[in-house]
Nanobody
C-alpha cells in the first residue's frame, strides 16, 4: 500500500507561483507513474500532468503546458508540482496519484493510490 499526502496549497494572486509536494509512504514509488489531477466543485477530476518512473517522460494538459512543471525525487519518495503564472482558472483541489502503467493516462480510474488533496486558490 502507498499513502500519499499533498502539501503546499494556499492562496495566491494571479501571476504568482506555488509549489505543491506529494509525500509517499508505505513503500517506494520509484516504480510508479505519478500524476497530478485537480477538481473544482461540480466538475470531473481533470488531469494536470504526470511523470514517468525515471523522470524521462512528462506530460501536461494543454491548459497548464509551459506554466507547470512536474518533478520527482525517488530517493525521497517525493513528487512536486511547480505552478507558475497562476490564473483564477487554476483554482481547484489538487491531488497526486500513483499508477502502475506507463506515463501518463488522463483517466483517474487508471490510478490506484490517491492523496487527500490540497486546496489552491488564485485570486484576480
Amino acid at each position: 500500500q502507498v499513502q500519499l499526502v499533498e502539501s503546499g496549497g494556499g492562496s495566491v494572486q494571479a501571476g504568482g507561483s506555488l509549489r505543491l509536494s506529494c509525500a509517499a509512504s508505505g513503500r517506494t514509488i520509484s516504480g510508479n507513474t505519478m500524476v497530478w489531477f485537480r477538481q473544482t466543485p461540480g466538475k470531473e477530476r481533470e488531469f494536470v500532468g504526470g511523470i514517468g518512473r525515471k523522470s524521462v517522460i512528462t506530460e501536461y494538459a494543454d491548459s497548464v503546458k509551459g506554466r507547470f512543471a512536474i518533478s520527482r525525487d525517488n530517493a525521497k519518495n517525493m513528487v512536486y508540482l511547480q505552478m507558475n503564472s497562476l490564473t483564477p482558472e487554476d483554482t481547484a483541489i489538487y491531488y497526486c496519484a500513483a499508477g502502475t502503467y506507463g506515463c501518463c493516462d488522463s483517466i483517474p480510474e487508471q490510478y490506484d493510490y490517491w492523496g487527500q488533496g490540497t486546496q489552491v486558490i488564485v485570486s484576480s
